[in-house]
């Protein structure tokens, strides 16, 4: 145990805020040795450390796995014996120690999981079954830990051959003795109803069960379950109405083991009910009546909230159910539903309240995003609808009578009552909307029998102009406007904006939040022509007061949590500065400065990954509008900061920085590289900055911008070779072989033919050896598209007999082979405009000028000209300017370590033919004017060679 010391010292010390950064780093430094992976499993293993030393090493460990189980290509990246250690050991380790740490070995083997089962890890089943003990819940719960951990996977996924052959080599060998399982779990359970920590134990291992259930049934139902359907229905029904006063808690806030266990019922349930109905229907009804039962007699408190939420999630799926809905169809239980069951879940609680005072941020995330839907308002808003829509007129009735009542009570005593008007609102809100909401648009389609803008002008309209009422009423009030801000018309959104806008110096946090979500969502919208619905014009006016405000509220405390901790206003500023467009430059000065402040201070510890994305994309944004001219002058600004990030390696920034920093230089493409960018060069070809996954795609684009701009520079320092070096390694994966063309593209249309000479039989045969080993489909195609970009670009030295004098180089005449076996028939299957159209020019130069084809291919001259006229049947428009940022949807984006694509500043497409518009017209005119050059010999090939059809198109062509 000697010799783990100074690395469990180091986990201590990475705990302590004074010196995480500097034992961080020792313990990077210590990874590179072989075993590393083992210390932190045995340290984590060993109860000789304290916990939170075991926690920090699990923590370590679940990193380093993350990092260094395999490349992308699914190699290992650890040295094998260290792979088979960690995979004999990690089972039995993950069951013997502590909760909390299993769930960080949980995610480890996860990751395992995602790259090794089934078929390089086939024994682990076996293993697992082999643990399972019928008397001992603990070791079970450890068992089913590492199971959920690996099964979990499959929730999300699409159906797939592959993923049926995993589940089914799990079913296999589980799905029996997890039944088993279970039925032994239910008899403990019986026997030990007077031992509470048995019943605690039992329960935790109930939990897991049910969670494993879900994944097993995710993608289809298990044979055996559907045989043993009626035995797990009953188990589900006893424990959904199962009491012990042993297991009740006194926790107000926190769910205990009954109402977890429910809860999870409560899913298995919906996806039963959603996924296997006809199996599943007849046992309905006695779940019904227990959720009714249990939602009437379960109280307020918090812990209660993801059960009442899963429950009523259950029952929006019954009432979607054709064959019984029919059971709702009553007024009178309608009426009870309502009353009983949504009323009470819509209205806010004292917890709710004190959330909304003392946790604003949290309260508004629950409220606004997606991710909370285990909120028992949105759950109850749902089963309104959803009961709405199957029985429109009498529930709309019924509940409008309620929303009458609720505002009639606050009318009576605002200042007591006002509960009752937000009760109100939220139930108008649920009444009123129909299908799915989007985070474009909000809602789109409405109940017919109310009217939106009138509720809103008779009862909400006065909140917004109001000074003294109640914070939560406007934010009501703001939110309605943000819910139904399609159905707003656009008369009625230039009366309400500028008390929106109004409302962002509001000195309540959730009030300014709200504001700041619905002017930034509204800003964003479109009419149906495409326009914004705001008119940019009337913003440009208020800008530098709106920008100076919202940032005062990002810096007004600067410690780094607090600065990023408001996602919703830092998006506000992102839509205000990427609306200005060309106008942002009256105000770059102070928004810059803003952002390099904020850029600053929250590298020192990036913790919300939302915020960042944000303040980048704002950046970017800057660097998009700012006039080319003076980019230079804008990235002299920026480089200190971005050098900085890199410096410190701040991973979660780095991908952006790549971005933002391509983005600068390749705005004035032509100009040297200024001096500043001089000193990543080096760094930049060299391998470290490669090995992390999520840097690469910026990384080449960074590349990529750099190459034109210090052409000469690399020539001299003789480092041609080396960026090459880095196209060889990103085209041999899969994953990053896009990137590795664009690289090779900009080298090729850079350097002077004679500096790349050398190189030639290389690139090359590295093409060849990848379309004979592991070409895809995609890489196919890029090699065509390369094929294209070369063969057209005669004026600079290259074209098609170039590309077959460089493919003779590597074997005689492999040529015919390629141009026949993929070149003419893939150039049909481009996709891109662009890509045609360098495609056909390509074809068009060839057809015109190649000595090949007159000597060495004369029967590929048809069958060119036949592909160039099958490409101009349907020939690609010209490229219009995309304008990529006003679709920006970033509510899809991913976040993370990873590469997280930057909208403001997407990598532009660049027309290297702008000239030709006309493509028809031009390819008639430059096979008309090779022909005069070439003393008729196209002509006399067009009679010998193509069909009568052929014939009659091209020379219509050549008349144009």
Known sequence: MANLAPLAQLLDASLDPRQNKEAELKIRAEEKKPGFALSLLQITASSDFQYNTRLASALFFKNFIKRNWTDVEGNYKLPQQDVTSIKTEIVGLMISVPRGIQTQLGEAISVIADSDFWERWDTLVDDLVSRLKPDNPVVNAGVLQVAHSIFARWRPLYESDELFTEINHVLGKLSQPFLSLWQSLDAYIDSHSNDKQALQNAFAELDLVLLLFYDLSCQDMPPVFEDNLQGISALLLKYLTYNNEL??????????????????????????????????????TGFVESSWHLLTTTGPEP??????????????????????VQSFSDPNVQTQIVEKVILPN?????????????????????????????????????????????FEQSVTQIATALIQQCLQDFSSNPSENWRSKDTAVSLFYALASKGATTSTHGVTKTNSLVDIGDFFSTNLAS????????????????????????????????????????????????????AAVAVERVLAMTDETGKPVIDPASIAPLASDLLEHLFSLVEKDRAPEKVQENEFVMRCIMRVLIILREGVSTVAESVLQHLTTITTIIAANPSNPKFYYYHFESIGALIRFTPAAQSEALGSVLF????????????????????????????????????????????????ALWEQRGNVPGLARLLSAIVPRAADELMSANQVGLVLGIFQKLVSTKVFEGYGFDLLETVVSTFPGPALDQ?????????????????????????????????????????????????DRVQHDVFRQLYTGIILPKTQELARPLDRKVAAISLTKTLADSQAFVDRYPK?????????????????????EADVVAELDVEDSSFGVGFTQLNTVRRPTVDPFAEVTDLRKWVGQYL????????????RVVNEGLSPDAKKVLSAYMML
Not at 271 to 284: A, Q, S, T
Not at 358 to 387: K, N, V
Not at 861 to 875: M, S, V
């Open 759 to 807: 190189y030639w039989l290389q690139i090359i045969n590295i093409m060849l050896t990848r379309l004979q080993k592991g070409q895809s489909q995609a890489f196919q195609l890029r090699f065509v598209r390369f094929y294209h970009f070369v063969s057209s670009r005669d004026d600079k030295g290259l074209g098609a007999d170039f590309f077959v004098a460089a493919t």
């Open 860 to 880: 590929g001259w048809p069958l060119t000209c036949n592909a160039l006229l099958k490409l101009l049947e349907d020939p690609p428009l010209p490229p219009t």
């Open 247 to 284: 297991l009740q808690t006194d926790d107000e806030s926190e769910p205990g083991p009954l109402e977890n266990t429910k809860a999870n019922i409560f899913e298995a349930l919906t996806l039963y009910m959603g996924k296997y109905y006809e199996d599943f229907g007849r046992h309905v």
């Open 346 to 390: 819509v209205a806010l609680r004292d917890s709710d309240v004190e959330m909304f005072e003392d946790e604003p941020i949290e309260f508004i995330r629950r409220d606004l995003e997606g991710s909370d839907s285990e909120t028992r308002r949105r759950a109850a808003g749902d089963f309104l609808r959803q009961l709405s829509d199957q």
């Open 463 to 514: 909140d917004l102009q109001n000074g003294d009422a109640q914070p939560l009423i406007k934010v009501d009030a703001i939110k309605y406007l943000y819910v139904f801000r399609s159905i707003i018309t656009k008369e009625q959104w230039q009366q309400v904006m500028p008390l929106l806008v109004n409302h962002l110096g509001n000195s309540n946090y959730c009030v300014y939040t709200y």
């Open 640 to 687: 200190s900061p971005f050098a900085a990030i890199l410096s410190n390696q701040v991973e979660e920034f780095i991908p952006y920085v790549f971005q933002l920093l391509a983005a600068l230089l390749e705005a004035e493409p032509t100009k040297p590289l200024p001096d500043q960018y001089k000193p990543l060069i080096a760094p930049i070809l060299g391998p």
């Open 928 to 939: 008309k004017a090779a022909d005069q050059r070439h003393g008729g010999r196209i002509g």
């Open 303 to 324: 812990k209660n909230d993801i059960l009442v939420s899963k429950a009523l999630h259950f029952l929006t799926s019954v009432a979607g159910n054709r064959a019984q």
